[in-house]
């Protein structure tokens, strides 16, 4: 019997988790870094551990502009020529060193995953379901652009901003040495993460994000579960109507970048929509706060939050309200092993009822 798997929208409030388990960083739990690359954290040396037969995969030669991904384990040389250059790229962000880049670009991504997430769900759907990043195969490129100027604070929702994306094919990246050089260097990942969640019967595979900002050469790829969507799910919408859902979905995310809200389904919350938030800094860790616990309480309020009322006014689909949005794309995410109970079950056909 598969293990239930948890719902990946799910995150919780500490901006930062183990690379391995994924438990969160806290005042008690003092992360680990790995000392030979200094680029992922553990809770202990028996995660550290246990990540290190696909952590050390060797990195590609650094001398082009491909994809470098975090599964890949290299020791610092400071005095390298493509270190030199990384940490020129990075003074001309705002940045310190390549490492402070790196480091806020992970926590930038971390801020946004639900955007994130749902950006690439409803783009999928839009393009006929998941099956479409298998014909052919293919990954998508995030385009960001640096926010940050030297000595700001590093608001980790605020430090880069949305630009764009695009799809490219595995044939056509791989068609150059350097090109299928990496691809084949991330293999181990891949084939690990989708393993992990290959006993969902709904699970299609794994999106593979790549992040990059400007012209700076580094990138940062992440790994996205996809699934089929639940048949109740979409029951009663027609073509137009579900192209319609989707592109409020992507207006929603990019304008919650925009404005530093980030979008979340914390541990424990009773909101089936993701609540907006703000990241705060307490005992040098930098957490996740609601600005309120409730969707139906704000919108019958005097509401008055700026950010919060730019979300609402980007929905252009009719007697379509945020936070019904907000459960629909969560729902048709959802894995199919997580609990059917009445909370999210009686969820399930939301989108048909709109």
């Given at each position: 019997m598969a293990t239930p798997k948890q719902d990946y929208m799910v995150a919780s409030a500490a901006l930062r988790r183990c690379q391995h388990c994924g438990k969160p960083q806290d005042i008690v739990i003092k992360m680990l870094r790995c000392s030979r690359c200094a680029s992922v954290i553990y809770c202990s040396k028996?995660?550290?551990?246990?990540?290190?037969?696909?952590?050390?995969?060797?990195?590609?030669?650094?001398?082009?502009?491909?994809?470098?991904?975090?599964s890949s384990c290299r020791r610092v040389d400071e005095a390298n020529p493509d270190r030199i250059a990384k940490n020129i790229e990075a003074i001309l962000c705002g940045f310190r060193t390549a490492d402070e880049f790196s480091q806020a670009l992970r926590d930038f991504i971390e801020a946004h995953t639900?955007?994130?997430q749902s950006y690439a769900r409803a783009l999928i759907l839009m393009e006929g379901g998941a099956d479409y990043i298998h014909m052919p195969p293919k990954f998508m490129e995030?385009?960001?652009?640096?926010?940050?100027?030297?000595?700001?604070?590093?608001?980790?929702?605020?430090?880069?901003?949305?630009?764009?994306?695009?799809?490219?094919?595995?044939?056509?990246?791989?068609?150059?040495?350097?090109?299928?050089?990496?691809?084949?260097?991330?293999?181990?990942?891949r084939e690990a993460a989708h393993r992990y969640y290959s006993g969902d019967p709904r699970f299609v595979g794994m999106l593979t994000v790549f992040f990059r900002v400007g012209e700076i050469s580094s990138a940062k790829m992440n790994l996205y579960p996809q699934y089929r969507?639940?048949?109740?799910?979409?029951?009663?919408?027609?073509?137009?109507?579900?192209r319609s859902l989707m592109a409020d979905?992507?207006?929603?995310?990019?304008?919650?970048?925009?404005?530093?809200?980030?979008?979340?389904?914390?541990?424990?919350?009773?909101?089936?929509?993701?609540?907006?938030?703000?990241?705060?800094?307490?005992?040098?860790?930098?957490?996740?706060?609601?600005?309120?616990t409730d969707w139906e309480q704000y919108l019958a309020g005097p509401r008055g939050i700026e950010g919060v009322n730019a979300l609402l006014n980007v929905i252009r689909t009719p007697h379509v309200t945020v936070p019904q949005l907000l459960k629909n794309i969560r729902v048709i995410s959802q894995p199919s092993l997580l609990p059917r109970d009445g909370t999210i079950s009686s969820q399930v056909s939301l989108a048909a009822n709109l």
């Open positions: 028996e995660c550290q551990k246990g990540a290190w037969p696909v952590h050390k995969t060797t990195e590609p030669p650094p001398d082009d502009r491909a994809p470098r991904t975090r639900w955007a994130f995030v385009q960001l652009r640096s926010l940050h100027t030297p000595g700001g604070t590093r608001n980790p929702a605020r430090t880069f901003n949305f630009v764009g994306h695009r799809w490219l094919t595995v044939a056509e990246y791989t068609s150059t040495p350097i090109g299928a050089r990496n691809w084949a260097g991330n293999a181990a990942m969507a639940y048949a109740a799910s979409l029951e009663g919408l027609g073509d137009v109507m579900l979905v992507l207006a929603l995310c990019t304008s919650s970048i925009e404005h530093g809200l980030a979008l979340r389904c914390a541990d424990g919350q009773e909101s089936i929509a993701a609540l907006p938030g703000r990241f705060v800094r307490w005992n040098k860790l930098w957490t996740w706060e609601p600005l309120f």
